[in-house]
């Protein structure tokens, strides 16, 4: 399986909990796409059922051989996470999981880890966030569904 099968624009629905937070759901929209190097351009971004901003993040995939994949993304939440994993083939598609460090700015919430499992079937992705962040141990955070438009 090549990342490139992630380029795209996939748009859908997702839902968030956090012991900290009340559950939540929104709106999203993931663009990737081609930059001609040897790794692919993210943009995501989600809103309120009100149509309100709510979160956005940019950050970069490559895969420097077939057994790693690198993720580096920037939050405008003061963090930038730095994950790393594998690749999974399965029946349809492929599945990311990738786990890694978290860099806080000195304003930022302390964030002290994050895990990302990303599912590709065809022109579905699904996607599990959990992090561990304000004395709380690793959690499930989000889960989306989204479709390539």
């Given at each position: 399986m090549?990342?490139?099968?992630?380029?795209?624009?996939?748009?859908?629905?997702g839902s968030g909990e956090y012991p900290t937070i009340e559950p939540f759901s929104y709106s999203e929209e993931l663009v990737i796409s081609d930059v001609?190097?040897?790794?692919?351009?993210?943009e995501?971004?989600?809103w309120s059922s009100l149509g309100a901003p709510m979160h956005t993040e940019l950050?970069?995939?490559?895969?420097?051989?077939?057994?790693?994949?690198?993720f580096v993304i920037a939050q405008p939440t003061g963090q930038t996470?730095?994950?790393e994993g594998?690749?999974?083939?399965?029946?349809?598609?492929?599945?990311?999981e990738l786990g890694?460090?978290?860099?806080?700015?000195?304003?930022?919430?302390e964030v002290e880890a994050t895990r990302r499992e990303i599912q590709v079937q065809g022109d579905l992705l699904l996607y599990d966030f959990?992090?561990?962040?304000?004395?709380?141990?690793?959690?499930?955070?989000?889960?989306?569904?989204l479709r390539r438009i």
């Open positions: 090549l990342l490139s099968e992630l380029i795209g624009t996939w748009r859908g629905e001609g190097k040897p790794f692919l351009r993210y995501q971004r989600t950050g970069f995939l490559r895969a420097p051989n077939a057994d790693q994949i690198e996470e730095l994950l594998g690749l999974v083939a399965l029946v349809s598609g492929f599945r990311l890694g460090r978290i860099m806080n700015t000195t304003t930022a919430k959990a992090m561990a962040a304000v004395g709380v141990p690793m959690t499930h955070h989000l889960h989306a569904e």
